[in-house]
């Protein structure tokens, strides 16, 4: 089983074999994670997301699923980009938003990472309660069979911090 790590940062300066990327659909950048990865990375990791948009997912990357690229210029190997669910209040998306974290997972394997840094999937923009998220996100990767052994939650802010830390004590 993974050790499970969180910390306050920027995921971008994470040295680790795999950085996930809360990315949105199109894999083109954005905002939020997002952007910070495309922006820090360099445009090789665009150029590969380009190509992947023409080869494998032309109507896009589904939410829930993963898909890896080079880090550029990140400290890390590769980014490894998964596509969150938006948050909502008559629609129970608990399951793709796990499936976020078991894929990536799945793919750090396939690439044969050992340490994982992940964002807040989903609480920024698209709007996932904290607390829950990191419900989710401990529970998904604490289930998770798994050859990685370091899981690093990078969190962005207080709250993020102290929800997830919450989590990993039991709260």
């Known amino acids: 089983m993974a050790e499970l790590v969180i910390m306050r940062g920027d995921i971008t300066e994470q040295e680790v074999d795999a950085v996930v990327n809360a990315a949105n659909s199109s894999l083109s950048g954005g905002g ?3 952007g910070a990865i495309h922006r820090r990375g360099g445009p090789e990791i665009l150029a590969e ?3 992947l948009r023409v080869s494998r997912y032309s109507a896009g990357l589904p ?3 993963a898909v890896a690229t080079t880090a550029g210029f990140l400290p890390a190997r590769w980014v490894i ?3 969150g669910p938006v948050w909502s209040v008559t629609e129970d998306r608990s399951a793709l938003l796990a499936s976020c974290y078991r894929e990536s997972l799945r793919v750090a394997d396939e690439l044969g990472a050992r340490s994982v840094a992940f964002p807040a999937i989903s609480t920024g923009a698209f709007g996932w309660p904290v607390r829950d998220g990191a419900r989710i996100a401990v529970e998904a990767v604490r289930a998770s ?4 052994s370091e899981v690093r939650f990078v969190l962005f802010d207080d709250p993020a911090y102290a929800a997830f ?3 990993l004590s039991g709260d």
């Open 165 to 167: 830390a919450g989590r």
């Open 145 to 148: 069979a798994t050859a990685v």
């Open 63 to 65: 939410a829930g699923a």
């Open 81 to 83: 980009h998964t596509v």
């Open 49 to 51: 997301c380009r190509r």
């Open 32 to 34: 939020g994670v997002d």
